[in-house]
């Protein structure tokens, strides 16, 4: 099994900023693809931003220049950068890593934009 924590979520103005983390552990062996995906009430989970394995990266067009995502020095560690917050911001953030084929996920963070 792999086990994703998410830390970083919380409420922030309009134009504010915060920093996402994800720490991966449990058996990994392999570095693998991690990223974002995000849930609104009413909404499609959708992705907000992958690493590939080669740290290559992808961005929704939503979050382009605003969000920056990032692996951390031990390669299960995965960032997320994300300036000039908007309300349609609001959501449930997942982090995710793909192991041998199957996609783990993290139990999600609040990330609530309001004024």
């Known amino acids: 099994q792999v086990q994703l924590v998410e830390s970083g979520g919380g409420l922030v103005q309009p134009g504010g900023s915060l920093r996402l983390s994800c720490v991966a552990s449990?058996?990994?062996?392999?570095?693998?693809?991690m990223g974002w995906y995000r849930q609104a009430p009413g909404k499609q989970r959708e992705l907000v931003a992958d690493?590939?394995?080669?740290?290559?990266?992808d961005y929704a067009d939503s979050v382009k220049g605003r969000f920056t995502i990032w692996r951390g020095n031990n390669k299960n560690t995965v960032y997320l950068q994300m300036n000039s917050l908007k309300a349609e911001d609001t959501a449930v953030y997942y982090c995710?890593?793909?192991?041998?084929?199957?996609?783990?996920w993290g139990q999600g963070t609040q990330v609530t934009v309001s004024s």
């Open positions: 995710y890593r793909d192991q041998l084929g199957r996609r783990y």
């Open positions: 449990g058996s990994i062996f392999s570095v693998g693809p």
């Open positions: 690493l590939s394995s080669h740290d290559s990266t």
